[in-house]
C-alpha cells in the first residue's frame, strides 16, 4: 500500500521559496501512469490544487499560482517535491502531497506551513 | 476557472437517517466528478470518482450521480463515522473543488 509523508520547513519567510519534499513508500513513483500532485489548505478553508508531475517529469500547474511554482520528480530517491517563490502570508497553509493528476486516491498527513517573520 | 458550489453549506442529520449533498459546477464537466470525505485533522479520503464509480473500499451506502453541472452524493442510512465535510471537485478543465458541505449530528 503507497504511503505519503511529506517533509521541510514549516516557517517560512514571506518573499522567500517555500520548499516541500513528499517522499514515497509501498511503491515506485516512476511505476504506473500516475501523477503526483500538492493540494494545499488554508486553516479552516477549501482546497486548493497547486499542480501535478507526471512519471516522465511533465508537469502541469494551476493558472492561478504557475508562475511561482515548481513542482519535479527525483526517481532515485523515490521523491517528488514543491517550491513555491515569493511566498506571502496569503500561503500560509496546509501543505498535502498527493497520488492523482484528476482524482486523488492517496494523501500524505498534511503538514501546517506558516508564512512569517 | 470552472467555480464549483456546493449546497447546502451545513446538513443536521440524524444517525441511520439519510443526506443528500449537492454541488453544481459553473460549466459542464462531464461526469469528471469527484467527492472527498474530510475529518478534523484529517487529509480528505476519496470517496467516488467519475461521478459515480464508488473509491476502492468505500461502503456501498456512498453513491454519487450526476453529470454536466449537476451533482449529487447520497449516504444513505447515516453511521456515527460519517459526519464530517464532504467536497466536490471537478478535473475537466484543471481541478477546482468546492467549498465543502458539513455534515453534523442532528
Known amino acids: 500500500q503507497v504511503q505519503l509523508q511529506e517533509s521541510g520547513p514549516g516557517l517560512v519567510m514571506p518573499s522567500q521559496t517555500l520548499s516541500r519534499t513528499c517522499t514515497v513508500s509501498g511503491g515506485s513513483i516512476s511505476s504506473g501512469s500516475y501523477y503526483w500532485s500538492w493540494i494545499r489548505q488554508p486553516t479552516g478553508k477549501g482546497l486548493e490544487w497547486i499542480g501535478r508531475?507526471?512519471?516522465?517529469?511533465?508537469?502541469n500547474y494551476n493558472p492561478s499560482l504557475e508562475s511561482r511554482v515548481t513542482i519535479s520528480l527525483d526517481t532515485s530517491k523515490n521523491q517528488f517535491s514543491l517550491k513555491l517563490s515569493s511566498v506571502t502570508a496569503a500561503d500560509t497553509a496546509v501543505y498535502y502531497c498527493?497520488?492523482?493528476?484528476?482524482?486523488?486516491?492517496?494523501w500524505g498527513q498534511g503538514t501546517l506551513v506558516t508564512v512569517s517573520s | 476557472e470552472i467555480v464549483m458550489t456546493q449546497s447546502p453549506a451545513t446538513l443536521s442529520v440524524s444517525p441511520g437517517e439519510s443526506a443528500t449533498l449537492s454541488c453544481r459546477a459553473s460549466?459542464?464537466?462531464?461526469?469528471?466528478l469527484a467527492w472527498y470525505q474530510q475529518k478534523p485533522g484529517q487529509a480528505p479520503r476519496l470517496l467516488i470518482y467519475s461521478a459515480s464509480t464508488r473509491a476502492a473500499g468505500i461502503p456501498a451506502r456512498f453513491s454519487g450521480s450526476g453529470s454536466g453541472t449537476e451533482f449529487t452524493l447520497t449516504i444513505s442510512s447515516l453511521q456515527s463515522e460519517d459526519f464530517a465535510v464532504y467536497y466536490c471537485q471537478q478535473y475537466n478543465n484543471w481541478r477546482t473543488f468546492g467549498q465543502g458541505t458539513k455534515v453534523e449530528i442532528k
Open positions: 508531475v507526471f512519471t516522465t517529469g511533465t508537469t
Open positions: 498527493v497520488r492523482g493528476g484528476n482524482w486523488f486516491d492517496t
Open positions: 460549466q459542464s464537466v462531464s461526469s469528471n
